[in-house]
């Protein structure tokens, strides 16, 4: 059947302290409300109302899907009153999933186990024990049946006994919701539209009321300051490492991977400790990722090692390639296969061929380097006059010597050899070395200068 999601997000989020608003927060390097979307619309929700109340331009700018609709709830008068801004864009015949915008960690399997409850009653529940339920609303129920949620504050002592709560996620028709929230009334401990009135309401009818539960409590906690912020980052970043484990991925140490977007990882892939994976990140066959990589939008090939320190960012890397220690790769890097770049090499928009070597010490901007050609160490490509960008071409088997200036837009032919030390302003013929240095000059038997008395 189908069924429209509400998600709500207009709470204020005062005790993060911050400027941006709470769900806008990155949770393993989303926005912790856009992960809620990306879970939803994985579901195949028809469309998404994200109840919104501050900073209405920073989510709009920020927040991504297909089916969005925006509805602002100009004052928070309650998660019922929340709920109401969404109700004209409700259809009756609809299921209605309502979810918390600062609980992240929610599982799409969970949620298909709530929508599978609700298929089989009238209103289903996620609901949860906790050790200390304070502050939470309280499950009542009467035999099996659940019959209302009473908030923590206009509990009674019996009632706070009570260690299943409402964690606030709830399915239901789309016209009973719609019948129930003109229904609400706000004469309560804290002069709030409540959501969870509607329990009683359905009861009162004769709704079967039946409840699913997830797997953690982990993933229905939501996050009011940076603390609990802190820790669904790491509960998520856990979960995260499993799953890699589970795929075959070895890891040094688990709680030193961060994932801040999608991995993939084929077979017998290693990563050691403090590595940082963000974006889009596709790791080949057998790739070896050493300590302390921080790896952004790129694509691994098979069988390439990364070793200490490296920085690799919007790169291609083909397989069998060498980085680092300590290299790094800038927007725009390309290494085919077999390549090799050593410690304290840089590279922008630039394409090492097949078994080229850039082995120590260079900068390789706006460049061409042909396959099997050597860069030598201290080998800068000058691609930029203070205005304009240039482009260096290398050619196949070229020998780039030490410490030299290639100054573009220039061209080294193939299997041209370079001088060290040189300063290359014009064309090298393919074959052909060229020497652009000061010439040495030797004067026998000089002597030092001594002290003067
Ligand atoms: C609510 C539930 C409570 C449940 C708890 C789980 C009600 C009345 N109570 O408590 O049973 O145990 O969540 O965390 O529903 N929001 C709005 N507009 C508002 C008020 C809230 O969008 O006017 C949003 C908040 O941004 C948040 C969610 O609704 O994402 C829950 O609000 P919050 O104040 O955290 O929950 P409680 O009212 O404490
Ligand atoms: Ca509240």
Known sequence: MAFSVVILAAGKGTRMKS??????????????????????????????????????????????????????????????HA???????????????ILVGDAPLIRQETLERLKAVKAECDLALLTVELEDP?????????????????????????????????????????????????ELRNDNAQGEYYLTDVIAMA?????????????????????????QLANLERALQARQAHALMMDGVTLADPARLDIRGTVTAGQDVAIDVNVILQGNVELGDGVIIGPNCVLTNCKIGANTIIEANSIVEDAQVSSACTIGPYARLRPGAVMKDGSKVGNFVEMKKAVLGEGAKANHLTYLGDAEVGPRANIGA?????????????KTIIGENAFIGSNSSLVAPVKVGDGATVGAGSVITGEVEAGALAVARGKQRNIPDWPRPTKKA
């Open 83 to 97: 709920v109401q801004q969404a109700a004209d864009a409700i259809k009756d015949d609809e299921d209605v999933l």
């Open 203 to 227: 009861a009162a009818e004769g709704k079967q009321i039946q409840a699913a539960q997830p797997d953690a409590p982990v993933e229905v906690e939501g996050v009011n300051n940076r603390a």
């Open 378 to 390: 201290g080998t800068i490509t000058c691609n930029y006059d203070g205005v304009n960008k240039s």
């Open 134 to 182: 304070t502050g939470m609303g309280r499950i009542i129920r009467e035999n099996d049946n659940i019959t209302a949620i009473v908030e923590h504050k206009d509990a009674t002592d019996d009632q706070r006994k009570i260690r299943e709560i409402n964690t606030g996620m709830m399915m239901m028709a789309g016209a009973d919701l719609k019948r129930w929230l003109g």
């Open 19 to 80: 400027a941006l608003p709470k769900v806008l927060h990155p949770v393993g390097g989303l926005p912790m409300v856009q992960r809620i979307i990306n879970t939803t619309q994985a579901m195949d929700a028809s469309r998404i109302h994200l109840v919104y109340g501050h900073g209405g331009d920073q989510l709009k700018a920020q927040l991504e899907g297909d089916n969005l609709n925006w509805c602002l709830q100009a004052e928070q008068l309650g998660t019922g």
